[in-house]
Antibody
Framework: EVQLVQSGAEVKKPGESLKISCKGS????????IGWVRQMPGKGLEWMGV????????RYSPSFQGQVTISVDKSISTAYLQWSSLKASDTAIYYC???????????????WGQGTMVTVSS | QSALTQPASVSGSPGQSITISCTGT?????????VSWYQQHPGKAPKLMIY???KRPSGVSNRFSGSKSGNTASLTISGLQAEDEADYYC????????????FGGGTKLTVL
Protein backbone atom coordinates (compact mmCIF):
# COMPACT_ATOMS: atom_id res chain seq x y z
CA GLU A 1 0.00 0.00 0.00
CA VAL A 2 1.31 3.42 -0.96
CA GLN A 3 1.28 5.68 2.07
CA LEU A 4 2.81 8.71 3.69
CA VAL A 5 3.03 8.67 7.47
CA GLN A 6 3.73 11.91 9.29
CA SER A 7 5.19 12.57 12.71
CA GLY A 8 2.99 13.37 15.67
CA ALA A 9 1.53 16.58 17.01
CA GLU A 10 3.89 19.20 18.38
CA VAL A 11 3.44 21.98 20.95
CA LYS A 12 6.16 24.62 20.89
CA LYS A 13 6.88 28.10 22.17
CA PRO A 14 7.50 31.13 19.96
CA GLY A 15 11.12 31.32 18.90
CA GLU A 16 11.73 27.58 19.17
CA SER A 17 12.83 25.44 16.24
CA LEU A 18 10.97 22.44 14.86
CA LYS A 19 11.37 19.73 12.24
CA ILE A 20 8.44 17.50 11.28
CA SER A 21 8.67 14.43 9.10
CA CYS A 22 6.85 12.50 6.39
CA LYS A 23 7.87 8.89 5.66
CA GLY A 24 6.91 7.26 2.40
CA SER A 25 6.37 3.55 1.86
CA UNK A 26 4.96 1.16 -0.71
CA UNK A 27 6.54 2.89 -3.69
CA UNK A 28 9.87 4.13 -5.04
CA UNK A 29 10.28 7.14 -2.76
CA UNK A 30 13.08 8.77 -4.73
CA UNK A 31 11.14 9.07 -7.97
CA UNK A 32 8.13 11.10 -6.80
CA UNK A 33 8.12 14.71 -5.64
CA ILE A 34 6.81 15.37 -2.13
CA GLY A 35 4.86 18.55 -1.43
CA TRP A 36 3.84 20.30 1.78
CA VAL A 37 0.50 22.01 2.40
CA ARG A 38 -0.55 24.23 5.33
CA GLN A 39 -4.05 24.43 6.79
CA MET A 40 -4.47 27.05 9.47
CA PRO A 41 -7.27 26.50 12.03
CA GLY A 42 -10.64 26.66 10.32
CA LYS A 43 -9.07 27.81 7.06
CA GLY A 44 -8.28 26.49 3.60
CA LEU A 45 -5.29 24.80 2.03
CA GLU A 46 -2.05 26.55 1.07
CA TRP A 47 0.70 24.99 -1.08
CA MET A 48 4.10 25.56 0.50
CA GLY A 49 6.59 23.85 -1.76
CA VAL A 50 7.96 20.57 -3.07
CA UNK A 51 11.12 18.50 -3.05
CA UNK A 52 12.43 15.75 -5.33
CA UNK A 53 13.98 13.10 -3.09
CA UNK A 54 16.44 11.75 -5.63
CA UNK A 55 18.45 14.97 -5.94
CA UNK A 56 16.87 17.23 -3.27
CA UNK A 57 15.72 19.74 -5.92
CA UNK A 58 13.44 22.03 -3.90
CA ARG A 59 10.92 24.64 -5.01
CA TYR A 60 9.05 27.00 -2.70
CA SER A 61 5.86 28.97 -3.04
CA PRO A 62 6.69 32.68 -3.02
CA SER A 63 4.58 32.98 0.15
CA PHE A 64 6.75 30.50 2.05
CA GLN A 65 10.21 31.15 0.59
CA GLY A 66 12.54 31.98 3.48
CA GLN A 67 9.94 31.05 6.10
CA VAL A 68 10.49 27.29 6.15
CA THR A 69 13.01 24.73 4.91
CA ILE A 70 12.06 21.56 3.06
CA SER A 71 14.59 18.73 3.06
CA VAL A 72 14.82 14.99 2.55
CA ASP A 73 16.79 11.93 3.66
CA LYS A 74 16.31 9.46 0.85
CA SER A 75 18.14 6.73 2.72
CA ILE A 76 15.17 6.48 5.07
CA SER A 77 12.46 7.62 2.60
CA THR A 78 11.62 10.65 4.70
CA ALA A 79 10.91 14.27 3.85
CA TYR A 80 11.03 17.09 6.36
CA LEU A 81 9.59 20.52 6.98
CA GLN A 82 11.41 22.73 9.43
CA TRP A 83 11.33 26.11 11.10
CA SER A 84 14.24 27.88 12.77
CA SER A 85 12.13 30.26 14.83
CA LEU A 86 8.45 29.53 15.21
CA LYS A 87 5.74 32.18 15.46
CA ALA A 88 2.21 31.88 16.80
CA SER A 89 1.00 32.32 13.23
CA ASP A 90 2.69 29.01 12.32
CA THR A 91 -0.04 27.20 14.27
CA ALA A 92 -1.65 24.92 11.71
CA ILE A 93 -1.99 21.38 10.40
CA TYR A 94 0.76 20.54 7.93
CA TYR A 95 0.21 17.86 5.32
CA CYS A 96 2.72 16.18 3.07
CA UNK A 97 1.53 14.74 -0.21
CA UNK A 98 2.94 13.01 -3.27
CA UNK A 99 3.01 15.52 -6.10
CA UNK A 100 2.00 14.48 -9.59
CA UNK A 101 3.55 16.33 -12.53
CA UNK A 102 2.45 16.84 -16.11
CA UNK A 103 5.67 17.52 -17.94
CA UNK A 104 7.33 20.47 -16.20
CA UNK A 105 4.22 21.49 -14.28
CA UNK A 106 2.83 20.33 -10.91
CA UNK A 107 -0.50 18.73 -11.66
CA UNK A 108 -2.02 17.37 -8.43
CA UNK A 109 -1.38 16.06 -4.94
CA UNK A 110 -2.37 12.42 -5.20
CA UNK A 111 -1.47 10.68 -1.93
CA TRP A 112 -1.67 12.56 1.37
CA GLY A 113 -0.22 12.03 4.79
CA GLN A 114 -2.49 12.16 7.81
CA GLY A 115 -1.29 15.63 8.83
CA THR A 116 0.79 16.99 11.70
CA MET A 117 -0.76 19.53 14.06
CA VAL A 118 1.72 22.19 15.13
CA THR A 119 0.71 24.48 17.98
CA VAL A 120 2.86 27.49 18.82
CA SER A 121 1.90 29.20 22.04
CA SER A 122 3.61 30.92 24.93
CA GLN B 1 -8.14 36.17 0.29
CA SER B 2 -7.57 33.00 -1.73
CA ALA B 3 -6.19 33.09 -5.23
CA LEU B 4 -9.10 31.06 -6.63
CA THR B 5 -12.70 31.97 -5.82
CA GLN B 6 -15.21 29.34 -4.73
CA PRO B 7 -18.68 29.72 -3.23
CA ALA B 8 -18.56 29.34 0.54
CA SER B 9 -21.34 26.78 0.54
CA VAL B 10 -23.61 24.74 -1.66
CA SER B 11 -26.31 22.27 -0.78
CA GLY B 12 -28.42 19.60 -2.40
CA SER B 13 -30.71 16.73 -1.61
CA PRO B 14 -29.78 13.08 -1.97
CA GLY B 15 -29.94 11.99 -5.59
CA GLN B 16 -29.62 15.52 -6.96
CA SER B 17 -26.66 17.01 -8.79
CA ILE B 18 -24.66 20.02 -7.67
CA THR B 19 -21.88 22.04 -9.25
CA ILE B 20 -19.11 23.92 -7.47
CA SER B 21 -17.39 26.68 -9.39
CA CYS B 22 -13.78 27.79 -9.11
CA THR B 23 -12.90 31.11 -10.70
CA GLY B 24 -9.33 32.14 -11.35
CA THR B 25 -7.61 34.32 -13.91
CA UNK B 26 -5.86 34.04 -17.23
CA UNK B 27 -2.64 33.40 -15.31
CA UNK B 28 -3.80 30.22 -13.62
CA UNK B 29 -7.05 28.38 -14.42
CA UNK B 30 -7.36 30.02 -17.81
CA UNK B 31 -3.84 29.20 -18.96
CA UNK B 32 -3.32 25.62 -17.83
CA UNK B 33 -5.31 22.40 -17.83
CA UNK B 34 -3.91 21.73 -14.37
CA VAL B 35 -6.98 22.13 -12.19
CA SER B 36 -7.46 19.57 -9.44
CA TRP B 37 -10.19 19.08 -6.84
CA TYR B 38 -9.94 17.75 -3.30
CA GLN B 39 -12.51 16.45 -0.86
CA GLN B 40 -11.91 16.92 2.85
CA HIS B 41 -14.08 15.45 5.58
CA PRO B 42 -13.83 17.03 9.06
CA GLY B 43 -10.65 16.03 10.84
CA LYS B 44 -9.34 14.13 7.83
CA ALA B 45 -6.68 14.70 5.21
CA PRO B 46 -7.76 15.94 1.79
CA LYS B 47 -8.40 13.38 -0.94
CA LEU B 48 -7.76 13.91 -4.64
CA MET B 49 -11.01 13.63 -6.61
CA ILE B 50 -10.21 15.19 -10.00
CA TYR B 51 -6.94 16.15 -11.69
CA UNK B 52 -5.98 17.79 -14.99
CA UNK B 53 -9.47 19.37 -15.11
CA UNK B 54 -11.47 16.21 -15.72
CA LYS B 55 -9.50 13.06 -14.94
CA ARG B 56 -10.54 10.80 -12.08
CA PRO B 57 -8.00 8.86 -10.02
CA SER B 58 -8.55 5.17 -9.69
CA GLY B 59 -11.19 4.44 -7.06
CA VAL B 60 -13.03 7.76 -7.29
CA SER B 61 -16.70 7.39 -8.15
CA ASN B 62 -17.78 8.40 -11.64
CA ARG B 63 -20.42 10.55 -9.95
CA PHE B 64 -17.63 13.14 -9.71
CA SER B 65 -16.73 15.03 -12.87
CA GLY B 66 -14.75 18.14 -13.72
CA SER B 67 -14.75 20.69 -16.51
CA LYS B 68 -13.37 24.10 -17.41
CA SER B 69 -14.47 27.08 -19.45
CA GLY B 70 -12.20 30.06 -19.72
CA ASN B 71 -11.04 31.12 -16.26
CA THR B 72 -13.64 29.03 -14.42
CA ALA B 73 -13.39 25.37 -13.51
CA SER B 74 -16.28 23.32 -12.15
CA LEU B 75 -16.79 20.19 -10.12
CA THR B 76 -20.09 18.37 -10.58
CA ILE B 77 -21.34 15.69 -8.23
CA SER B 78 -24.29 13.71 -9.50
CA GLY B 79 -26.54 11.40 -7.50
CA LEU B 80 -25.66 13.13 -4.24
CA GLN B 81 -25.09 10.85 -1.29
CA ALA B 82 -24.83 11.63 2.40
CA GLU B 83 -21.13 10.74 2.42
CA ASP B 84 -20.44 13.46 -0.14
CA GLU B 85 -20.98 16.06 2.58
CA ALA B 86 -17.53 17.60 3.00
CA ASP B 87 -15.37 20.58 2.10
CA TYR B 88 -14.17 20.77 -1.50
CA TYR B 89 -11.11 22.68 -2.68
CA CYS B 90 -10.02 23.50 -6.19
CA UNK B 91 -6.37 24.00 -7.06
CA UNK B 92 -4.44 25.21 -10.07
CA UNK B 93 -0.91 25.74 -11.25
CA UNK B 94 -0.34 29.48 -11.29
CA UNK B 95 2.76 29.70 -13.38
CA UNK B 96 5.21 32.59 -12.94
CA UNK B 97 8.96 32.72 -12.80
CA UNK B 98 8.89 30.76 -9.57
CA UNK B 99 6.84 27.64 -9.17
CA UNK B 100 3.44 28.36 -7.67
CA UNK B 101 0.30 26.42 -6.99
CA UNK B 102 -2.86 28.08 -5.65
CA PHE B 103 -5.96 26.78 -3.92
CA GLY B 104 -9.49 28.07 -3.71
CA GLY B 105 -10.95 29.04 -0.35
CA GLY B 106 -13.05 25.88 -0.18
CA THR B 107 -16.76 25.10 -0.48
CA LYS B 108 -18.80 23.41 2.20
CA LEU B 109 -21.20 20.92 0.63
CA THR B 110 -24.25 20.10 2.72
CA VAL B 111 -26.43 17.15 1.77
CA LEU B 112 -29.90 18.03 3.01
Amino acid sequence: EVQLVQSGAEVKKPGESLKISCKGSGYSFTTYWIGWVRQMPGKGLEWMGVIYPDDSDTRYSPSFQGQVTISVDKSISTAYLQWSSLKASDTAIYYCARQLWLGAYPAALEIWGQGTMVTVSS
Amino acid sequence: QSALTQPASVSGSPGQSITISCTGTGSDVGSYNLVSWYQQHPGKAPKLMIYEVSKRPSGVSNRFSGSKSGNTASLTISGLQAEDEADYYCCSYAGSSTLNVVFGGGTKLTVL
